[in-house]
Nanobody, 129 residues
Framework: HVQLVESGGGSVQVGGSLRLSCAAS????????MGWFRQTAKKGREAVAV???????AYADFERGRFTISKDNAKNTLILQMNLLKPEDTATYYC????????????????????????WGQGTQVTVS
């Protein structure tokens, strides 16, 4: 039973930082992609950042340079460090992991929500004001 549990969301002022964590259980993600996606009522779901099975990261253009994604395979944990937060970063952030398909980082950024074998966490709210 695959389970992804996010933590670290909250409210922060403009320019502040947050660190999101995703604890994975039920599957070894060391060989597969994991990533962060966010969703708002206005924009829908959009990719934020992913780490492919080879450890290569990929980032959405809107946050390049502000966010850093990392994966601790030993702990089966995914981290998203978010700096210089803006009001438009306000969203529900979801951790996702794929258990079946090997993808490059760019492929995972574009395709993970749509391919077989992707699991999702329950989401964590980030509010920037």
């Amino acid at each position: 039973h695959v389970q992804l549990v996010e933590s670290g969301g909250g409210s922060v002022q403009v320019g502040g930082s947050l660190r999101l964590s995703c604890a994975a259980s039920g599957h070894d993600f060391s060989e597969y992609s994991m990533g962060w996606f966010r969703q708002t009522a206005k924009k829908g779901r959009e990719a934020v950042a992913v780490v492919a099975n080879d450890g290569e990261p990929a980032y959405a253009d809107f946050e390049r340079g502000r966010f850093t994604i990392s994966k601790d395979n030993a702990k089966n944990t995914l981290i998203l460090q978010m700096n210089l937060l803006k009001p438009e970063d306000t969203a529900t952030y979801y951790c996702a992991g794929n258990t079946q398909r090997l993808m490059t980082a760019d492929q995972a950024l574009r395709m993970m929500p749509f391919v077989e074998g992707t699991y999702w966490g329950q989401g964590t709210q980030v509010t920037v004001s």
